[in-house]
């Protein structure tokens, strides 16, 4: 996609298209935090700080399209909680076939349904009863839907082997 963009308008829109994509990550973010708080000054504080945090990963790669396929994960959460409107739910299979696609850090994207999932498991479990098991389905079942989309890369299973070996490989590590 890089490239392709670097054919049609050279590095300015290659460099364009990539700002657009950091600046949207970051603006769904403050618009998730002003719905979070209730406050929009609060949402550009924690806005700043996580933009703070992730500067250092701002350069031209296709990992930056990682930064808004997590804060769309974010906010699809947040809307599928307040709204239970299934179409946030296919944001993350098809989020995760990109994010496979781009950067080895996809275990994050599963790590934040895993959250979800957990966060749903243990307000059931503390509870006592009061809500229904059918919380549960949405997100193990998008858990298991967006596992399923990371095999759609050119490696296959092979993904996790690859994984495994960038995570263990000294240079990674330091």
């Known amino acids: 996609a890089l490239y392709l963009l670097y054919r049609t308008g050279g590095a300015a829109l290659v ?3 990539h700002s657009l994509v950091i600046t949207t990550a970051y603006g769904l973010l403050l ?38 396929i997590a804060a769309l994960f974010l906010l699809a959460i947040h809307e599928y909680r307040q709204t239970a409107r299934r179409e946030w739910l296919l944001v993350f299979p098809l989020g995760m076939a990109l994010w496979v696609n781009s950067h080895g850090t996809f275990p994050f994207g599963l790590l934040l349904l895993g959250l ?13 009863g009061e809500r229904a098991w059918g919380r549960l389905r949405p997100p193990a079942l998008t858990l298991g839907a967006s596992l399923l989309a990371c095999l759609i890369n050119p490696r296959g299973w092979g993904i996790v082997n690859y994984v495994t070996g960038m995570s263990a490989h000294p240079i990674i590590q330091n």
């Open 15 to 17: 460099i364009f298209v």
């Open 31 to 68: 618009w998730l935090g002003q719905r979070l708080s209730g406050s929009w000054r609060a949402g550009a504080f924690a806005t700043l700080f996580a933009a703070a945090l992730g500067l250092n990963d701002w350069n031209v790669r296709p990992q930056a399209v990682t930064f808004a």
């Open 116 to 128: 979800w999932l957990a966060e749903e498991s243990w307000m059931l479990l503390t509870s006592q």
